[in-house]
């Protein structure tokens, strides 16, 4: 099983990566898969999920309306689309899976098969 995330970068505010999760070894429909980010001395906090059995999804109140989160189910792939960026948006994102459905309030323990995050810089 391996989760692989990718599309960090440096942008400025206001402007909008998306990133990618590309996963391997799970059947696509038992599972979700949430978008959560990090920053040095922090916890690691939900971002985004998606339920790939019946599309339900999760928002961080902080991101709503900002990001959307979609898949390609053909490529495995679940992306992050993040618009409007800012510099508290600045952090280490990471992609992990659980079996069933996204959580009310996804927190990072519910979830594994954490694979290496992608950088996410927003400068002033």
């Known amino acids: 099983v391996q989760l692989q995330a990718s599309g960090g970068g440096l942008v400025q505010t206001g402007g909008s990566l998306r990133l990618s999760c590309v996963v391997s070894?799970?059947?696509?429909?038992?599972?979700?898969i949430g978008w959560f980010r990090q920053t040095p001395g922090k916890g690691r906090e939900a971002v985004s999920c998606?339920?790939?059995?019946?599309?339900?999804?999760y928002f961080a109140d902080t991101v709503k309306g900002r990001f959307t989160i979609s898949s390609d189910n053909a490529m495995n792939t679940v992306y992050l689309s993040m618009t409007g960026l800012k510099p508290e948006d600045t952090a280490v994102y990471y992609c992990?899976?659980?079996?069933?459905?996204?959580?009310?309030?996804?927190?990072?323990?519910?979830?594994?098969?954490w694979g290496k995050g992608t950088q996410v810089t927003v400068s002033s």
């Open positions: 998606l339920s790939m059995h019946d599309g339900s999804t």
């Open positions: 992990g899976s659980i079996f069933g459905h996204c959580s009310p309030y996804p927190l990072a323990y519910e979830y594994s098969n």
């Open positions: 070894g799970l059947s696509f429909g038992d599972i979700a």
